[in-house]
């Protein structure tokens, strides 16, 4: 879903599994490249199937909230950050490569 | 974001030039780096890079109004606050003053994972930001390296350097990137492909345990600039860019001349001491009286009324001031009036550049009439002959072109075999300089005398007699060598010959003054003689006299008795016949 807006909230409705804290994802991006809007497609579909109901992605753009970069302290676009639960992590790229976002997001434990 | 770079070329005539504000670099460069482009900064650790990104932004800002922002990769805000302040950088002012931001950009590897393609738009972004945020006109970047290690698609990083280096441009604004030296490139991970414009490289070299910092313009481009190894300074006040050659021979020569604190040296040098603003070498051996000769200067400097520096590479000042009482200087009162400034430091202590810097600086601030400096030849441990050649230079030079006159002392190494031998290390200093005097210690009979003469003055009719060199508790006397019959002798020998000479004239003087004794003395033999002559003359003039009188006293009587007799004979006949 393409973030018109500077920041999106995308809430999913009340879970399924109850059980499990909000994971809080927050997406970095500068305007709508492509690989901004790529890594939203990937983003949502990855906590769409691993995060069903738990989840909160709040996509931030760069070009019209310049100065959001400095807390995060963000270079490279698009960037992941999983505020929640803690340890904050951090994921770079358009996030195609779900493997690694699941490591990333230790949704997934490296074998 | 992602405007398409338009080279903004506006290519018409010379290229457009910012002041850097770093001492010597706009005289190197020849006005500053390239306006609104990009330069490259490179260096090992500890060369200076960060210190030479933020003198640019500082200068910026205080010296030519141009507010600037500083990216920092590598250290944070409150560090750089700090090593800044105790540079005497306020950096908290000029960021209150909204002239200057300053930024950590933190990278850390560990904690990033890498899914699928990216770009760096967050860095422009955040760039973009702290640029509007002040209106920067300039923008240091250091250390920007950092990048390769926070992420490892370095074709993504290649291209989006690119990338970032022509969005610099095209924001107009001049930027100085720092990058890490490598092993054979001029950056670690080859900056210096993307910076077409300026690159500038940092050194730090030690050479006999002294480092000297060198700077040098690797390229520059559309423009002339000077291609050596510059040394430079990082001292209290930023950075100092030392052109070796960046002074002409053209400093205009004065008729005045000044007496060298010796009276009979004035009279050798025409009568009237060395000319103001030249430079004069006194070199011998150890001993010769370098040091005294150097202080009787001074001493006469500020007798003058006129300031006077010694630098000394030997001894401390108040050994210095110690020492010459011992010939009558008394250097202390200059130093308590303010005419006299000592500049006591071991040679080893810095380097050659640093030396020269703090000398030239010293000058600047106490603007001396005088200065002397004892001795350069302990400037040789610390660079080879043709640096110390070159510092000299470049020192006397500066001291010429404000009229100040310059002494220089040199100890000789090698003369004891030879006492007329001419080093080579003096050869090559002595061209410099325009007085060239020269100490010998003699030896003979059993003691070592000192001889002093004067190899060249230039401009100056010059005595080429030697002179006996004396230090005594009134100060320093030349004396005339003995020249007679016995040739030339020196100290003792002199003294000896000139006691056997008075004393033969002390006797030649009592055989005179004998004879003249009895000259005097016959003299008075003969008017006592005459004297008694006369006396007894008298007495006989008298003794006659008294015997003519009595001879005429009687032949009176005799004459009266005959008459009383014819008296009376006739008186009886008339009487009794009446």
Known sequence: ??????????????????????????????????????????????????LEGRYRIEVIDLVANPQLAKGDQIIAVPTLIRKLPTPVKKIIGNLSNTEKVLVGLDLRKVK | MRKKSSNKTAVTGELAKVPSGIKGLDVI????????????????????????????IIRGITDYNEPGVFVAFEEKIDDLKKNFTSLGFDLQNLIDQKKLVLDHIFIDRTEIEEAGEYD??????????????????????????????????????????????????????????????????????????YVADCVITLDHQVKNQIATRRLRIIKYRGSSHGT???????????????????????????????????????????????????????????????????????????????????????????????????????????????????HAVRPTAYSLEMHLSMMIRLIDEFKPKVIVVDPISNLYPVGDDIQVRSMLMRFIDYAKSHQITGLFTNLSEDAATNPYTLEATQMHVSSLMDTWIILKNIEGNGERNRTFSIIKARGIAHSNQLREFLMTPQGIQLLDLYKGTEGVLFGSARVAQENREAASRVIRNEEIERRQRELDRKKRIMENEIAMLKEKFARDEDEIRILIEQDLSREKVVEQSQDELAVLRKAENRGKVR
Not at chain 1, 6 to 21: K, T
């Open chain 2, 228 to 342: 050596d190894e510059y040394p430079f300074l990082i001292s209290a006040d930023g950075i100092s860019v030392l052109p070796i050659t960046s002074m002409s021979l053209s400093h205009t020569a004065t008729k005045e001349r000044i007496k060298s604190g010796i009276p009979r040296l004035d009279a050798m040098l025409g009568g009237e001491g060395y000319y103001r603003g030249s430079s004069v070498l006194i070199s011998g051996q150890a001993g010769t009286g370098k040091t005294s000769i150097s202080a009787t200067f001074a001493d006469a400097a500020c007798r003058r009324g006129e300031k006077c520096i010694m630098m000394v590479f030997e001894e401390s000042e108040s050994q210095v001031v110690r020492n010459m009482k011992s010939i009558g200087l008394d250097l202390e009162k200059w130093i308590k009036k303010g005419l006299l400034k000592f």
């Open chain 1, 1 to 50: 879903m393409p973030t018109k807006k500077s920041i999106a909230e995308v809430s999913c409705e009340p879970g399924s599994e109850p059980p499990g804290e909000i994971w809080e994802l927050r997406l970095y991006v500068a305007g709508q490249t492509p690989n901004s809007l790529t890594a939203f497609e990937n983003l949502k579909n990855i906590c769409q199937e691993h």
């Open chain 2, 120 to 193: 760096l738009e967050g860095l422009f972004i955040r760039l973009g930001a702290l640029i509007d945020e002040v209106g920067a006109k300039r923008i240091a970047i250091d250390t920007l390296e950092a990048i390769f290690s926070g992420f490892s698609n370095e074709a993504i990083l290649r291209s989006e350097l690119r990338r970032l280096f022509l969005w610099l441009k095209d924001k107009g604004i001049t930027a100085v990137v720092t990058g890490e030296r490598g092993d054979h490139t001029i950056t670690k991970y080859g900056l210096e492909e």
């Open chain 2, 29 to 56: 460069t020849g006005g500053g780096l390239p306006k609104g482009r990009p330069a490259l900064v490179s260096g090992g650790p500890g060369c200076g890079k960060t210190l030479f990104a933020m003198e640019f």
